[in-house]
């Protein structure tokens, strides 16, 4: 397990981040960055370094200007995991093992980028025991895809507690990656999104391929509700394959639609296999 | 529907097999089925088709169930004994041939003395034309009894018996072999009529106890009652007036009344002295044999398991007809 390597991934802020630590983020936090802040006094900062000659014979009443810049700072990622039984799901892939990579890449690639990166996973309760703190040390994506993957998904928990994990979260605007497969009913979805909506959400759907794509052709099945939510007979044949992907093709688009109503960026799907290459043109494509 | 099914005679064989019926509201109510999890079954559409399929998967089971616990109990139906009312007899006319039935009445007022057997024969024509709904049959005896039309409803045969009766009687009377063949013909038929023998005879005979007891027997069995036309000869003894104790066996006609009367059975017995003492005692007998009869048919009841075993083979059929449809892998093909 030591040698593993997570996948790593490139995401950009399309907002300036609060935040004192050096990092690699556009900030609000004048210093000594790259990113040109604007023209100020040279005795508000007085570094002959920054004079600007051009500026200074500009402006009126006529005194010396320097140039003054952000400083760049890191943000905290987040990866909210929501841990309901609908995510012991194992179609074409295994929802947990999605899980454990997903996080691990967010968390790598959050380290690899001078940012911390916290844990925070919620099934009716949040999970004290999944719960990891910002940081931003070494070996933590290989911890956390560890911890991951031994962890158990309860029997029969929803994921109540979703709406409620923002108070784990620091109050600054940070990146969340909220992963799940998002079967979750419109109003607890309204409140997770709502609640979430001071932050940078990127929701990460995750849907098996065999729950929509790769059905069997013909044939009676009876399907069970992970959560619970009862049985339901299925005569699987051409219209009914049909209907069914018209159904998660309609709540692909509903998702879309919902996401942007609240502020999120736009869902990544992810089927049965996590490809990092695709979550970067993804982030950056939307940012 | 309690007298429906009684009239019907409908029932079951072993109730208590019906406890198994309990049993059917397994399919109806189980829950524990094998079935593919799915994290979210809100995701998909809701078809009429696959909610029909399940709910004929659970009936079907249930039927199956509730159809083998009812095929197991038994049940019939058209048990009834039915009842028949007969209208015509079975009459076996049994005419004594024997050469005493030459001779004419003892009633000897009379100028035109027809033969007893000329006055039997009128007499048993006239019955036998006038009689629509029974069923006839014929022996004559004399030595030996003689079948001459067996029971049926050929009544022409019977006449054209009688008529053959012109030539002559002779030799003894052999009543016992007589009455012995005519009750053998009723043997193994139903009784649908009132059955009776009647014996047309003028003279008795000795019976051994051996004959008693084998003809006792015989009309115990096959339920008939007798009439006898007693023709009494000139010389005749009446059968009213008992003799001395000392001459009985010279008077079998009296032992042979005197067993018929212990016999148990409907017995009548007419002295005819005269022709037209035939007439009226053939009018009394046609008048006490049409007497309807009243007897029960027990219908044979009808076996409805095998109804109730084929549902059950069909509703079975059908579950593994459902069952091959299962989709045994989720999984496109």
New interface residues.
């Given amino acids: 397990m030591t040698s593993f390597t997570p996948q790593e991934f490139y995401y950009r802020l399309h907002w300036r981040a609060r935040g004192a630590q050096p990092g690699a983020h556009a900030t609000r936090t004048p210093g000594s960055g790259a990113d040109f802040a604007g023209h100020v006094p040279f005795m508000d900062n007085p570094d002959p370094r920054r004079l600007d000659l051009r500026a200074s014979l500009r402006v009126i009443p006529r005194r010396y200007v320097v140039r003054s810049f952000y400083e760049r700072g890191a943000i905290v990622v987040y990866a909210l995991l929501d841990t309901s039984t ?4 194992a ?1 074409n892939a295994e929802k947990k093992r999605l899980l454990a990579d997903i996080a691990a890449a967010i968390a790598w690639s959050a380290t690899r980028s001078g940012d911390a990166f916290s844990l925070v996973a919620c099934d009716d309760v949040v999970r004290q025991d999944l719960f990891s703190p910002p940081s931003a040390r070494r070996g933590l994506a290989q911890e956390v895809h560890k911890k991951i993957l031994a962890t158990d998904i309860g029997n029969n928990v929803g994921a109540q507690a979703l709406p409620y994990a923002t108070e784990q979260l620091r109050p600054s605007r940070s990146l969340i990656f909220l992963i799940s ?1 998002f ?1 979750l ?1 419109e109003e607890l979805l309204t409140r997770t999104l709502s609640s979430f909506s001071a932050h940078d959400v990127v929701p990460v759907v995750l849907w ?1 391929s ?18 619970g ?8 044949r051409r219209s ?1 394959t049909q ?2 992907q018209q ?2 093709l309609q ?1 692909k688009d509903d998702l879309k639609v919902l996401c942007r109503k609240f502020g999120a960026r736009a869902p990544f799907f992810v089927e049965d296999e996590f490809d990092a290459g695709l979550l970067t043109r993804h982030l950056l494509e939307a940012g | 529907m309690s007298e429906f099914l009684q009239s019907t005679g409908a029932g079951l064989h072993s109730p208590a097999w019906l406890f198994l019926l309990v049993l059917a509201l397994v399919p109806l109510m189980v829950r524990g089925h094998a079935a593919f999890p799915y994290p979210s079954v809100s995701r998909l559409p809701e078809d009429e088709l696959s909610v029909w399929i399940e709910r004929l998967w659970r009936w079907a089971g249930s039927l199956a169930i509730a159809t083998l616990a009812i095929a197991m109990s038994g049940p019939y139906w058209g048990e009834q004994r039915l009842e028949k009312v007969g209208r015509g007899a079975h009459v076996m006319i049994v005419l004594d041939r024997s050469a005493s039935m030459n001779d004419s009445f003892a009633d000897t007022a009379k100028s035109d003395s027809e033969s007893k057997m000329a006055a039997a024969r009128r007499v048993l024509q006239s019955f036998v034309s006038q009689s629509r709904e029974d069923l006839l049959g014929m022996v004559t005896f004399s030595t030996s009894p003689i079948l001459v039309a067996p029971l049926g409803g050929d009544r022409e045969a019977v006449l054209a018996a009688l008529r053959a009766t012109e030539a002559g009687g002779m030799g003894f009377t052999a009543v016992a072999r007589g009455l012995g063949m005519a009750l053998d013909y009723f043997e193994g038929r139903p009784v649908t009529g009132a059955r009776a023998i009647l014996l047309v005879s003028d003279g008795g005979a000795h019976l051994d106890v051996k004959t008693q007891d084998l003809l006792r027997e015989m009309f115990h069995r096959q339920g008939a009652s007798l009439y006898w036309v007693y023709l009494r000869s000139a010389n005749g003894a009446s059968l009213k007036d008992a003799p001395e104790d000392e001459n009985r066996d010279a008077f079998p006609e009296y032992q042979l009344h005197e067993y018929f009367q212990s016999l148990g059975v409907n017995y009548h017995v007419y002295e005819a002295e005269s022709p037209q003492a035939v007439e009226e005692a053939l009018a009394d007998i046609s008048r006490l044999k049409n007497q309807p009869v009243k007897y029960y048919e027990a219908a044979a009841r009808q076996d409805l398991s095998w109804v109730f075993y084929l549902i059950a083979l069909l509703c079975a059929a059908t579950l593994f007809a459902l069952h091959l449809t299962e989709v045994k892998k989720w999984r496109a093909v």
């Avoid at chain 1, 609908?86 to 799901?89: E, I, K, L, T, V």
């Avoid at chain 1, 929509?212 to 959560?227: F, H, I, Q, T």
């Avoid at chain 1, 939510?229 to 699987?236: E, H, I, K, N, Y």
């Fill in positions: 609908s995510m012991r799901f179609g497969d079967h009913d098996d065999s729950e929509y794509k790769d059905l069997p052709n013909w044939g009676w099945a009876r399907v069970r509700d992970m959560e939510g009862g049985d339901r007979s299925l005569f699987l009914l209907q069914i159904q998660y709540r």
